[in-house]
């Protein structure tokens, strides 16, 4: 029973990392991009061709996913969606699928449509035993690096110049300039860390949740309902959203596995019935 | 319905034969068009590429001439969406005139097009959905692929004879996943077996972990697994990751989990894992190695049962069409097919004139290690083997 | 996604009468007319296309479906799909179980989608536009869930097998080149139009608008929203089933993918395409939607994903007028005069 609890809060976490970027873009820029799931999917190929073809070790790899998803992602800003910030939902919601599509089809073309795997490595693999609970190594693992790296974007958020310049150029992107805050700055840069955030969650999701082209529409369903169950103000939110969630999804598949598909829909409804701004959302 | 009308039509086609068929003008060498409509796109891809390519193969290595016509083959993206799959059909009978519809992806794509079939009286080969009713839907209907009960029994057969007693079942949650399910449950308890638990999962699902963790509380002997190909290295992850490879569970499953398309980059934690099928890569035989090295060659990716499917279709398309000399009357074009049998690289196989469906020999195969890579090697053969759900009515 | 500052709608002309206000916005326009009778015309002058011009024809029916809940009353939606379905679904059934002839059964899937519509409308009424993406998606997820469930009435994953429409009206049959299908499309699209020209021209249609530009404003002149919301909803589920129905009667069968995800999201591309609110964008996006679709896979049938994807970036990029929700620049006299919203 502990041990699905855990595999619960593991996958939660995985889901916090795939969604923390859209968190930053949707919930704090404001902007659907849904073409986060292709910058997610970008670190995980990278990954993989790393280690399969240049046999660089796994832990090595993450922060290259990272910094490989990150400065695809400032190309794309500088180059594309900086134009988008100004238009409507809907232009950007047809932008970022327009995106997608072309994502897939090139990843596609280039690695090929079936599964990629990668090979963790064999400190990675394997199980321990904590007081009679069996606990999978990599899931550890995760949870290890997920959590960290929540804190680490809180405090970013909260407690640095450049987080407050970011919460005041989402506010008021006017006044802030006035301000003398480089607005376009900061969004080029919070754009391209949401994107890197996606690639590491690429890279460390790879394994357990897999890998293929069509893997950006695939799993934009799993963001969407992490942040908005989570409500988009804050980064607290999407955090303890996808544990519940995680933890719900995996716990429930285990209880009564006849309602498996079920569950995470019914919980979304659920929560945004009673909650519509999102379960952690401060009145705005 | 439109039968009448369509009857008519077709009728006057294949009295009026190629004559009519080209349009007139074209009189030394008629073409022979072959609609081949599979998935390119979307989740299912990968089956589409590689039947496309196989049967690309197939008419580069035999020639694009049958019995004095020229075959063309005219590929579709389906998307996997049976309404398109439908309407590209009707098209491909309509303005193109195709006297072969051929492909077909997945259960209700083959399902969508079948009275499509009857109505024109055009032979429909079926080159890789698997579930056993798609043959009874139309009379034109020919299968080369296989079918999931087909290869479903012998792994039940094998688990009940290597002293598995009480096993459980884990299959996706959709048609194919639930033929398996049944076929296997009913098979092993026939055999003296037990079946404790049965598992379906969502086909939307990321994460196996709370499915394995029920099979891991339940500890059979064995258990048995059907997911759908791409799926299937997910999953074996995670069933060694919780140790249960360890704690004496056996995984037995149909050859879609170790499909040859990705076996390889699973890594170890496949190895010694028992499963059967009608097709692996490395079936030993002159055919197959011959097959193996074209198709690496040409598209760069190991061949999996879904090409031999593909290629094996193709030989169907031209063997009917030597038998017939040419003349594409759809009625006679199935006569021609029925009880054919040839050698295939995967083995010797033919086509029941009765249920126009494959008989083929089904293998028991175990993971291992040839020259570095990973393969499903065969050791043990049941031989002839026809679809057990038509079979047995 | 809604404009604070809605558009004026007239230019500054003599202050009409309520009534002969209502009456000259609902004038018909010359391009209508054109519309119309090329879409008939195409019975004759493209023989061989019937059965992509029936799957545009359903397309477009669905996506001004859309257009009635988004367009009119702002409703933005992930998860249309789940009308289609229940109308899909339902019109298999009717066949394979008695209702043969398809007029009745096109009328019978629209109470039911309609029905499930009026429900599901409840749940639309309070929260943000991404709020409702989500429910609308959760709606639409869970339905596709209850039918593969159900494999005993709907088939699960292998589709509804045995769905045999008799003769229209009992007389005119399907026939195999998809002539019979698309008329009877055509038609139903053309009549449905009709009807809904005429509702989001009355009053009841102007209020459901007003709502949309300015919802607290509606409500301070005696407009009451949720009743006006519930009522536009369940008329687009209602026009959605029918789409659902037509799909299911003219290629006899159906299968999950009718709820897919992935048809929401046409429709929504459609719409965006073809712009909203003013009718006319669903069917048009429809026919530039298909018909890319159509040549593209037709040139590369495994990459053409991406050439989609690179026009539609490019669509929004540089075609798009940023006020106007309508197509390129040069086709914006042409669709102001088939009632677009002026920029």
Same mark, same amino acid.
């Given at each position: 029973?502990?041990?699905?609890?855990?595999?619960g809060?593991?996958?939660?976490?995985?889901?916090?990392?795939?969604?923390?970027?859209?968190?930053?873009?949707?919930?704090?820029?404001?902007?659907?991009?849904?073409?986060?799931?292709?910058?997610?999917?970008?670190?995980?190929?990278?990954?993989?061709?790393?280690?399969?073809?240049?046999?660089?070790?796994?832990?090595?790899?993450?922060?290259?996913?990272?910094?490989?998803?990150?400065?695809?992602g400032?190309?794309?800003?500088?180059?594309?969606?900086?134009?988008?910030?100004?238009r409507?939902?809907?232009?950007?919601?047809?932008?970022?699928?327009?995106?997608?599509?072309?994502?897939?089809?090139?990843?596609?073309?280039?690695?090929?449509?079936?599964?990629q795997?990668?090979?963790?490595?064999?400190?990675?693999?394997?199980?321990?035993?904590?007081?009679?609970?069996?606990?999978?190594?990599?899931?550890?693992?995760?949870?290890?690096?997920?959590?960290?790296?929540?804190?680490?974007?809180?405090?970013?958020?909260?407690?640095?110049?450049?987080?407050?310049?970011?919460?005041?150029a989402?506010d008021?992107?006017?006044?802030?300039?006035?301000?003398?805050?480089?607005?376009?700055?900061?969004?080029?840069?919070?754009?391209?860390?949401?994107?890197?955030?996606?690639?590491?969650?690429?890279?460390?999701?790879?394994?357990?949740?897999?890998?293929?082209?069509?893997?950006p529409?695939?799993?934009? /369903?799993?963001? /969407?309902?992490?942040?908005?169950?989570?409500?988009?103000?804050?980064?607290?939110?999407?955090?303890?959203?996808?544990? /519940?969630?995680?933890?719900?999804?995996?716990?429930?598949?285990?209880l009564?596995?006849?309602?498996?598909?079920?569950?995470?829909?019914?919980?979304?409804?659920?929560?945004?019935?009673?909650?519509?701004?999102? /379960?952690?959302?401060?009145?705005? | 319905m439109?039968?009448?009308?369509?009857?008519?039509?077709?009728?006057?086609?294949?009295?009026?034969?190629?004559?009519?068929?080209?349009?007139?003008?074209?009189l030394?060498?008629?073409?022979v068009?072959?609609?081949?409509?599979?998935?390119?796109?979307?989740?299912?891809?990968?089956t589409?590429?590689?039947?496309?390519?196989?049967?690309?193969?197939?008419?580069?290595?035999?020639?694009?001439?049958?019995?004095?016509?020229?075959?063309?083959?005219?590929?579709?993206?389906?998307?996997?969406?049976?309404?398109?799959?439908?309407?590209?059909?009707?098209e491909?009978?309509?303005?193109?005139?195709?006297?072969?519809?051929?492909?077909?992806?997945?259960?209700?794509?083959?399902?969508?097009?079948?009275?499509?079939?009857?109505?024109?009286?055009?032979?429909?080969?079926?080159?890789?959905?698997?579930?056993?009713?798609?043959?009874?839907?139309?009379?034109?209907i020919?299968?080369?692929?296989?079918?999931?009960?087909?290869?479903?029994?012998?792994?039940a057969?094998?688990?009940?004879?290597?002293?598995?007693?009480?096993?459980?079942?884990?299959?996706?949650?959709?048609?194919?996943?639930?033929?398996?399910?049944?076929?296997?449950?009913d098979?092993?308890?026939?055999?003296?077996?037990e079946?404790?638990?049965?598992?379906?999962?969502?086909?939307?699902?990321?994460?196996?972990?709370?499915?394995?963790?029920?099979?891991?509380?339940?500890?059979?002997?064995?258990?048995?697994?059907?997911?759908?190909?791409?799926?299937?290295?997910?999953?074996?992850?995670?069933?060694?990751?919780?140790?249960?490879?360890?704690?004496?569970?056996?995984?037995?499953?149909?050859?879609?989990?170790?499909?040859?398309?990705?076996?390889?980059?699973?890594?170890?934690v496949?190895?010694?894992?028992?499963?059967?099928?009608?097709?692996?890569?490395?079936?030993?035989?002159?055919?197959?190695?011959?097959?193996?090295?074209?198709?690496?060659?040409?598209?760069?990716?190991?061949?999996?049962?879904?090409?031999?499917?593909?290629?094996?279709?193709?030989?169907?398309?031209?063997?009917?069409?030597?038998?017939?000399?040419?003349?594409?009357?759809?009625?006679?074009?199935?006569?021609?097919?029925?009880?054919?049998?040839?050698?295939?690289?995967?083995?010797?196989?033919?086509?029941?004139a009765?249920?126009?469906?494959?008989?083929?020999?089904?293998?028991?195969?175990?993971?291992?290690?040839?020259?570095?890579?990973?393969?499903?090697?065969?050791?043990?053969?049941?031989?002839?083997?026809?679809?057990?759900?038509?079979?047995?009515? | 996604?809604?404009?604070?500052?809605?558009a004026?709608?007239?230019?500054?002309?003599?202050?009409?009468?309520?009534?002969?206000?209502?009456?000259?916005?609902?004038? @018909?326009? @010359?391009?209508?007319?054109?519309?119309w009778?090329?879409?008939?015309?195409?019975?004759?002058?493209?023989?061989?296309?019937?059965?992509?011009?029936?799957?545009?024809?359903?397309?477009?029916?669905?996506?001004?479906?859309?257009?009635?809940?988004?367009?009119?009353a702002?409703?933005?939606?992930?998860?249309?799909?789940?009308?289609f379905?229940?109308?899909?679904?339902?019109?298999?059934?009717?066949?394979?179980?008695?209702?043969?002839?398809?007029?009745?059964?096109?009328?019978?899937?629209?109470?039911?989608?309609?029905?499930?519509? !009026?429900?599901?409308?409840?749940?639309?009424?309070?929260?943000?536009?991404?709020?409702?993406?989500?429910?609308?998606?959760?709606?639409?997820?869970i !339905?596709?869930?209850?039918?593969?469930?159900?494999?005993?009435?709907?088939?699960?994953?292998?589709?509804?097998?045995?769905?045999a429409?008799?003769?229209?009206?009992?007389?005119?049959?399907?026939?195999?080149?998809?002539?019979?299908?698309?008329?009877?499309?055509?038609?139903?699209? !053309?009549?449905?139009?009709?009807?809904?020209?005429?509702?989001?021209?009355?009053? &009841?249609?102007?209020?459901?608008?007003?709502?949309?530009?300015?919802?607290?404003?509606?409500?301070?002149?005696?407009?009451?929203?949720?009743?006006?919301?519930?009522?536009?909803?369940?008329?687009?589920?209602?026009?959605?089933g029918?789409?659902?129905a037509?799909?299911?009667?003219?290629?006899?069968f159906?299968?999950?993918?009718?709820?897919?995800?992935?048809?929401?999201?046409?429709?929504?591309?459609?719409?965006?395409?073809?712009?909203?609110?003013?009718?006319?964008?669903?069917?048009?996006?429809?026919?530039?939607?298909?018909?890319?679709?159509?040549?593209?896979?037709?040139?590369?049938?495994?990459? @053409?994903? &991406? @050439?989609?994807?690179?026009?539609?970036?490019?669509?929004?990029?540089?075609?798009?007028?940023?006020?106007?929700?309508?197509?390129?620049?040069?086709?914006?006299?042409?669709?102001?005069?088939?009632?677009?919203?002026?920029?």
């Amino acid at each position: 029973m502990l041990t699905i609890l855990f595999d619960g809060i593991a996958y939660g976490m995985l889901l916090f990392v795939l969604a923390a970027g859209l968190a930053v873009t949707l919930g704090l820029m404001n902007f659907v991009n849904l073409a986060h799931g292709a910058f997610a999917m970008a670190g995980g190929y990278a990954t993989v061709v790393l280690m399969n073809r240049f046999g660089v070790p796994f832990l090595a790899c993450l922060p290259l996913a990272f910094l490989f998803s990150a400065a695809l992602g400032l190309l794309f800003e500088r180059t594309l969606y900086v134009r988008m910030y100004e238009r409507s939902h809907l232009d950007q919601v047809l932008f970022s699928i327009g995106l997608v599509f072309m994502a897939i089809a090139a990843t596609d073309y280039l690695m090929g449509s079936s599964q990629q795997n990668i090979h963790l490595p064999a400190y990675l693999q394997g199980r321990i035993t904590i007081g009679g609970v069996g606990i999978g190594i990599y899931r550890l693992f995760l949870v290890v690096v997920c959590g960290l790296m929540a804190l680490g974007l809180q405090w970013i958020l909260a407690k640095t110049r450049f987080g407050s310049q970011l919460r005041a150029a989402v506010d008021d992107r006017r006044v802030a300039r006035g301000l003398g805050i480089p607005v376009v700055k900061v969004f080029a840069i919070t754009f391209a860390f949401g994107s890197g955030l996606a690639g590491l969650g690429g890279a460390l999701g790879a394994e357990i949740v897999g890998l293929d082209p069509t893997f950006p529409l695939k799993f934009m /369903l799993y963001f /969407l309902i992490v942040v908005t169950v989570g409500g988009t103000s804050s980064l607290t939110g999407p955090f303890l959203a996808a544990l /519940l969630l995680g933890v719900a999804d995996v716990m429930g598949k285990y209880l009564v596995p006849q309602l498996g598909a079920f569950i995470i829909y019914a919980m979304m409804l659920a929560v945004l019935m009673i909650r519509p701004q999102g /379960l952690f959302a401060r009145g705005r | 319905m439109t039968s009448r009308f369509a009857f008519t039509r077709r009728a006057a086609i294949a009295l009026g034969g190629a004559l009519m068929l080209a349009g007139g003008p074209a009189l030394a060498q008629e073409t022979v068009k072959i609609g081949l409509i599979l998935p390119m796109t979307g989740p299912f891809a990968s089956t589409g590429r590689q039947i496309e390519a196989a049967a690309k193969l197939y008419i580069a290595e035999k020639g694009a001439t049958v019995a004095g016509k020229k075959v063309e083959l005219i590929v579709k993206d389906d998307t996997g969406t049976p309404d398109v799959t439908r309407r590209i059909a009707q098209e491909l009978l309509v303005n193109d005139k195709v006297s072969f519809l051929a492909g077909f992806g997945l259960t209700p794509l083959a399902f969508a097009v079948a009275p499509l079939a009857t109505q024109s009286k055009t032979p429909m080969i079926v080159m890789a959905a698997a579930t056993s009713s798609i043959t009874e839907q139309s009379p034109f209907i020919v299968r080369t692929s296989f079918t999931l009960p087909q290869v479903t029994i012998g792994i039940a057969d094998w688990a009940a004879k290597n002293g598995v007693k009480k096993a459980m079942t884990l299959v996706s949650d959709y048609g194919p996943g639930i033929d398996a399910e049944k076929a296997f449950k009913d098979r092993l308890t026939a055999a003296g077996g037990e079946v404790t638990g049965e598992v379906r999962i969502p086909l939307r699902n990321p994460d196996f972990a709370p499915f394995l963790q029920r099979v891991s509380d339940a500890k059979p002997d064995a258990l048995f697994v059907f997911v759908p190909s791409g799926v299937g290295s997910q999953f074996m992850k995670q069933f060694v990751e919780r140790g249960l490879d360890k704690s004496g569970v056996r995984l037995i499953a149909t050859g879609d989990v170790t499909d040859d398309d990705i076996v390889d980059s699973m890594g170890d934690v496949a190895l010694g894992t028992i499963t059967t099928h009608h097709y692996s890569a490395n079936h030993n035989s002159p055919e197959n190695k011959a097959f193996v090295a074209a198709f690496t060659k040409a598209a760069n990716v190991r061949p999996n049962f879904m090409a031999v499917g593909g290629w094996d279709g193709m030989h169907l398309i031209y063997e009917a069409l030597k038998k017939t000399n040419g003349a594409t009357d759809g009625t006679a074009l199935v006569e021609a097919m029925k009880g054919m049998s040839w050698t295939s690289p995967r083995g010797p196989i033919s086509i029941d004139a009765k249920t126009r469906d494959i008989v083929q020999n089904v293998y028991v195969r175990k993971i291992e290690k040839v020259d570095g890579q990973l393969y499903n090697v065969e050791f043990s053969t049941f031989e002839a083997v026809p679809d057990p759900v038509k079979a047995g009515k | 996604m809604l404009q604070s500052n809605p558009a004026p709608q007239q230019d500054a002309k003599p202050v009409l009468g309520p009534a002969a206000f209502l009456k000259a916005k609902a004038a @018909w326009r @010359w391009p209508e007319f054109l519309f119309w009778i090329s879409a008939f015309a195409l019975i004759l002058l493209l023989p061989n296309r019937h059965l992509l011009l029936n799957e545009i024809a359903i397309l477009g029916l669905f996506a001004l479906s859309l257009d009635l809940i988004l367009g009119y009353a702002g409703i933005v939606s992930l998860g249309h799909a789940a009308f289609f379905g229940v109308g899909a679904y339902a019109a298999g059934l009717l066949t394979k179980y008695g209702v043969t002839e398809p007029v009745s059964g096109l009328v019978l899937s629209g109470v039911a989608a309609g029905f499930a519509g !009026f429900l599901a409308s409840f749940m639309i009424l309070r929260g943000t536009d991404l709020t409702r993406l989500m429910v609308t998606l959760g709606v639409a997820l869970i !339905f596709h869930e209850i039918a593969n469930r159900l494999d005993w009435l709907t088939g699960g994953a292998d589709g509804l097998l045995g769905v045999a429409p008799g003769p229209i009206l009992g007389r005119f049959d399907f026939d195999f080149a998809g002539t019979t299908a698309y008329v009877y499309s055509l038609t139903v699209t !053309f009549l449905l139009f009709l009807a809904a020209r005429r509702i989001v021209h009355s009053p &009841f249609g102007l209020s459901v608008k007003a709502l949309k530009d300015n919802r607290l404003r509606a409500a301070t002149i005696g407009i009451a929203p949720n009743r006006r919301l519930i009522a536009i909803y369940t008329l687009g589920a209602v026009y959605a089933g029918m789409a659902g129905a037509l799909l299911t009667q003219t290629t006899q069968f159906v299968s999950l993918e009718v709820l897919d995800f992935a048809r929401s999201a046409d429709a929504l591309l459609v719409l965006v395409i073809g712009g909203s609110g003013y009718l006319y964008g669903g069917l048009i996006g429809a026919i530039a939607f298909k018909l890319m679709k159509d040549t593209l896979s037709a040139m590369t049938p495994a990459y @053409w994903i &991406f @050439w989609m994807g690179f026009i539609l970036v490019i669509l929004v990029l540089i075609g798009r007028d940023r006020r106007m929700a309508g197509l390129a620049r040069p086709f914006a006299p042409l669709l102001r005069l088939l009632g677009a919203r002026r920029p």
